[in-house]
């Protein structure tokens, strides 16, 4: 076992004996603790100098539920949570034992304007236009699924080019001859109906062929496993497409690797990347420390975590990790 294995073993070890420690010192307090999957996850939009949005919660396991069952819950996609629970059996978790939801998340290097999709976070963001929000500008954020290797999502700026209630699902030739190689044919129209693929509501890009819609299979949803188009929960597709005008633009990109401020600090969020995108991580570290330089370049008060920088790249928990600290306040 190499060291950098070894330390990430012991971190993912220690990182989530922490997380029972907390579970069960406020055991009391959260167990009643639940996602209701008719809201949306919504936070206040932090001042411009600053990316870091939500905070850490603990729920518990039902009796019969599977982690995706929880998933489902909370409103969060299927990588999350097991990137989140890696001691936690999927199938099988035991019944009242703790289950750490990240809802802290670093907002992705884009525009604040419309909807921005990060492939790789399986995670679309909207920010509602002002006139919509009551109070204070804010940023809603779902669970996405995205396209798989052999059929990418793809990557630019686009907008919603249309709205459809109940769509009927026309299946292109190449889909249809990938079902019909497994045995399976494809009816030429899918009508609206439980087992319409794009669920109940469709919001149509710019981009001819991709939507982003609700789906039939919702475990599915987090996962890099469509034909390129974005799949919702349908309790998430249905609450946006209430509020997203057609019209509204839409920024899609691919970055596994965040950085950004919060209050106390520079922190370092990375996932995953895709499939197609897995690359050595030296180039990983490599690039990471490099922008870290750069945001820090005008900070030399500020002492960077090496270590902890390392294994947040090789680990890819999908935690922001505070990475440099500063002192309440001196970013402003």
């Known amino acids: ?23 069960m010192l406020f055991a009391s307090a959260m167990s009643g603790a639940r996602g ?56 099988l978790p035991t019944p009242g034992s703790p289950v750490i939801i990240f809802g802290r998340r670093l907002l992705p290097d884009a525009e604040r304007n419309g909807i ?3 492939l790789p976070e ?14 204070s500008p804010e940023v809603i954020t779902v669970p996405i699924s995205v396209g798989r290797m052999d059929w990418k999502t793809p990557i630019g700026r686009t907008r919603i080019a249309a709205k459809q209630k109940n769509p009927s699902w026309t299946p292109p030739a190449s889909i249809r001859a990938e079902h019909e190689a497994d045995g399976e044919i494809l009816p030429r129209v899918v009508p609206p109906g439980p087992d319409n693929p794009l669920g109940g509501y469709a919001m149509r890009l710019a981009i001819p062929g991709y939507l982003i819609h609700g789906t039939d299979k919702e475990f599915g949803v987090g996962m890099q496993v469509t034909h390129g188009c974005m799949r919702l929960l349908p309790e998430h597709i249905e609450a946006l497409f209430q509020m997203v005008r057609v019209g509204t633009p839409v920024f899609l990109m691919n970055q596994s690797i965040k950085l950004g401020w919060g209050v106390d600090g520079l922190y370092l969020e ?53 990475i440099a600290r500063v002192e309440q306040d001196t970013l402003r």
């Open 122 to 135: 399986f995670r679309l963001y909207y920010f509602p236009e002002p006139a919509s929000t009551a109070g």
């Open 270 to 322: 990375v996932h995953p990347p895709l499939e197609e995108d897995v690359r050595p991580v030296g180039m990983d570290l490599a690039e990471t420390f490099a922008r870290i330089s750069s945001m820090l370049a005008e900070r030399p008060e500020l002492v960077v975590d090496k270590t902890l920088v390392s294994t947040t790249v090789i680990e890819k928990s999908g935690l922001p990790e505070l």
């Open 36 to 91: 209701d999957p008719t809201l949306l996850e919504r936070h206040p939009l932090p001042d411009a100098d600053l990316e870091l949005l939500g905070r850490m919660r603990i729920t518990t396991v039902d009796d019969g539920q599977t982690l995706l069952d929880v998933a489902r819950q909370q409103g969060i996609g299927q990588e999350e949570i097991l990137h989140a629970n890696p001691a936690v059996d999927r199938w």
């Open 1 to 23: 076992m190499t060291s950098s294995h070894l330390v990430k073993m012991m971190r993912r070890r220690s990182s989530y004996l922490i997380s029972i420690l907390v579970a």
């Open 116 to 118: 921005v999709i990060n």
